[in-house]
């Protein structure tokens, strides 16, 4: 029981890894979303996906563009335990994340070899996230606990019930959100005809709310048996029962915390091909606590008390992509992605059980169907160093592919609108254990997630 509480603030993952590691979020524009491989493109959307690129854009000016996103995700859970109720110990969960409004504004001012650019947007999560019939690692842990309770076995054998579970109501519920806000600038320099470098930095600033509650009590109708009220005459923890709930556990906490992450890009530019590569460094970040409420301040939900720090760093980046023009109208192009999660410090030292860091492999292409109109398809796989230990109810992640595809209206030689949807498919995970959540019996997850993103951009060069 108290193990698996002190994981409630891991909420905070549940909206977040639309795209990208275990704590980033890459679709940062809309033009990601429709092709999905961008860092070897040359475009407005470069102070993110492709920096060091900008020294090689051919209008000299003010590059603006301006992205909104809407993300919605399930995340669903097949939970099988002994003390579960319903037929065959089984129990489905349903949790709901979304993300109505995902804005992000790239900037870039071009003059001569030299282009300044920034960056502002939700780098990670972007949304919020919720179970409204809680978790299994809460319900297990307190049916578990209650089970073993002598009271409840008292009343047990007074009603002669089988199981504890028919003598009380369990109410959980549990919801969170988070977002890291970022602001990118740097500067790109293109040093020769075929080259262009980039520094530049990024500072990280993260937000999110945690709220939930466990509660359990006697069914009232169980109290006003008369056997059982003769029980409780002579038992204190009987009576008890009418006057305070078995399990009454809440916490309500916001989080706040910030960190700084240089960035180095380069790009290659050599006739058709395009050759595009950027380090993002870690960014340390710890968390700190402003607790409202908590009803186990010294106990099981000790580490959430007012004031205690949590690292939550996010991790580097190393991403490599070459772009092809295979004809004046059309464009390929192949994209590689490693986050090193496991050099990212997280809470209880979480990213040591990680196998490896995530890959993403990524392939787009972009077609000028017209004068007036592109467009685009894109495909990405993304295949994390997962292990048993590594997933919770509250952060699982899945291995998964995704396929966007969208295309760009060219209004002017200066205005042009994006549009882009993607859809994920995940793999599901099995987590199976002989001590499911800390209760000494057996018990069986199976994590799925669904989720889909749509936006819209415009983009303005003055």
Same mark, same amino acid.
């Given at each position: 029981?108290?193990?698996?509480?002190?994981?409630?603030?891991?909420?905070?993952?549940?909206?977040?890894?639309? !795209?990208?590691?275990?704590?980033?979020?890459?679709?940062?524009?809309?033009?990601?979303?429709?092709?999905?491989?961008?860092?070897?493109?040359?475009?407005?959307?470069?102070?993110?996906? $492709?920096?060091?690129?900008?020294?090689?854009?051919?209008?000299?000016?003010?590059?603006?563009?301006?992205?909104?996103?809407?993300?919605?995700?399930?995340?669903?859970?097949?939970?099988?335990?002994?003390?579960?109720?319903?037929?065959?110990?089984?129990?489905?969960?349903?949790?709901?994340?979304?993300?109505?409004?995902?804005?992000?504004?790239?900037?870039?001012?071009?003059?001569?070899?030299?282009?300044?650019?920034?960056?502002?947007?939700?780098?990670?999560?972007?949304?919020?996230?919720?179970?409204?019939?809680?978790?299994?690692?809460?319900?297990?842990?307190?049916?578990?606990? =209650?089970?073993?309770?002598?009271?409840?076995?008292?009343?047990?054998?007074?009603?002669?019930?089988?199981?504890?579970?028919?003598?009380?109501?369990?109410?959980?519920?549990?919801?969170?959100?988070?977002?890291?806000?970022?602001?990118?600038?740097?500067?790109?320099?293109?040093?020769?005809?075929?080259?262009?470098?980039?520094?530049?930095?990024?500072?990280?600033?993260?937000?999110?709310?945690?709220?939930?509650?466990?509660?359990?009590?006697?069914?009232?109708?169980?109290?006003?048996?008369? =056997?059982?009220?003769?029980?409780?005459?002579?038992?204190?923890?009987?009576?008890?029962?009418?006057?305070?709930?078995?399990?009454?556990?809440?916490?309500?906490?916001?989080?706040?915390?910030?960190?700084?992450?240089?960035?180095?890009?380069?790009?290659?530019?050599?006739?058709?091909? $395009?050759?595009?590569?950027?380090? #993002?460094?870690?960014?340390?970040?710890?968390?700190?606590? #402003?607790?409202?409420?908590?009803?186990?301040?010294?106990?099981?939900?000790? !580490?959430?008390?007012?004031?205690?720090?949590?690292?939550?760093?996010?991790?580097?980046?190393?991403?490599?992509?070459?772009?092809?023009?295979?004809?004046?109208?059309?464009?390929?192009?192949?994209?590689?992605?490693?986050?090193?999660?496991?050099? !990212?410090?997280?809470? $209880?030292?979480?990213?040591?059980?990680?196998?490896?860091?995530?890959?993403?492999?990524?392939?787009?292409?972009?077609?000028?169907?017209?004068?007036?109109?592109?467009?685009?398809?894109?495909?990405?796989?993304?295949?994390?160093?997962?292990?048993?230990?590594?997933?919770?109810?509250?952060?699982?992640?899945?291995?998964?592919?995704?396929?966007?595809?969208?295309?760009?209206?060219?209004?002017?030689?200066?205005?042009?609108?994006?549009?882009?949807?993607?859809?994920?498919?995940?793999?599901?995970?099995?987590?199976?254990?002989?001590?499911?959540?800390?209760?000494?019996?057996?018990?069986?997850?199976?994590?799925?997630?669904?989720?889909?993103?749509?936006?819209?951009? =415009?983009?303005?060069?003055?």
């Amino acid at each position: 029981m108290k193990k698996t509480l002190l994981s409630l603030a891991m909420l905070s993952i549940s909206a977040s890894a639309l !795209a990208g590691g275990v704590l980033t979020n890459t679709n940062q524009s809309v033009a990601f979303i429709r092709m999905m491989t961008r860092g070897a493109m040359i475009d407005s959307d470069g102070p993110y996906s $492709n920096p060091a690129g900008l020294g090689f854009l051919q209008r000299e000016g003010l590059h603006l563009s301006f992205n909104w996103q809407n993300a919605y995700q399930e995340r669903n859970i097949d939970a099988t335990f002994p003390l579960f109720p319903e037929a065959n110990n089984h129990r489905f969960y349903k949790g709901t994340a979304s993300a109505p409004v995902i804005p992000s504004l790239f900037l870039t001012y071009k003059k001569g070899p030299w282009a300044i650019s920034a960056y502002g947007g939700v780098v990670g999560g972007g949304g919020e996230a919720s179970y409204s019939t809680g978790l299994p690692m809460f319900d297990s842990g307190v049916m578990a606990k =209650i089970a073993a309770n002598p009271t409840m076995q008292t009343l047990m054998q007074a009603t002669g019930s089988k199981a504890a579970s028919d003598l009380y109501d369990l109410n959980t519920a549990m919801k969170g959100r988070q977002f890291i806000y970022s602001f990118q600038a740097g500067v790109s320099y293109r040093a020769t005809d075929w080259l262009s470098v980039y520094a530049g930095m990024r500072m990280n600033y993260f937000t999110g709310g945690y709220k939930g509650y466990v509660t359990a009590s006697a069914k009232p109708e169980l109290l006003q048996n008369p =056997i059982i009220q003769q029980a409780a005459a002579v038992n204190p923890a009987l009576a008890a029962l009418a006057n305070q709930p078995l399990v009454d556990l809440r916490l309500d906490v916001d989080q706040k915390g910030w960190g700084v992450a240089p960035i180095i890009g380069a790009h290659v530019k050599l006739n058709k091909w $395009n050759i595009g590569l950027k380090y #993002e460094m870690k960014a340390n970040l710890n968390i700190e606590n #402003e607790t409202k409420e908590n009803s186990d301040p010294n106990g099981s939900l000790a !580490a959430y008390s007012n004031g205690v720090n949590t690292p939550s760093d996010v991790p580097a980046l190393f991403s490599a992509a070459v772009m092809y023009e295979v004809l004046p109208t059309l464009r390929a192009s192949v994209e590689y992605h490693h986050f090193f999660d496991k050099n !990212a410090e997280m809470a $209880n030292d979480k990213q040591k059980t990680l196998t490896r860091g995530t890959n993403e492999y990524q392939v787009g292409v972009e077609w000028d169907a017209h004068k007036y109109i592109t467009l685009s398809a894109g495909y990405q796989r993304t295949d994390y160093g997962l292990s048993d230990d590594f997933q919770y109810d509250t952060s699982f992640f899945c291995d998964s592919y995704s396929m966007g595809f969208g295309g760009i209206v060219h209004l002017s030689s200066r205005m042009k609108i994006n549009v882009g949807y993607f859809w994920t498919h995940y793999h599901k995970y099995t987590k199976q254990s002989s001590n499911y959540n800390g209760t000494s019996l057996p018990g069986t997850n199976v994590y799925s997630r669904h989720n889909k993103v749509f936006g819209a951009s =415009i983009d303005y060069i003055f």
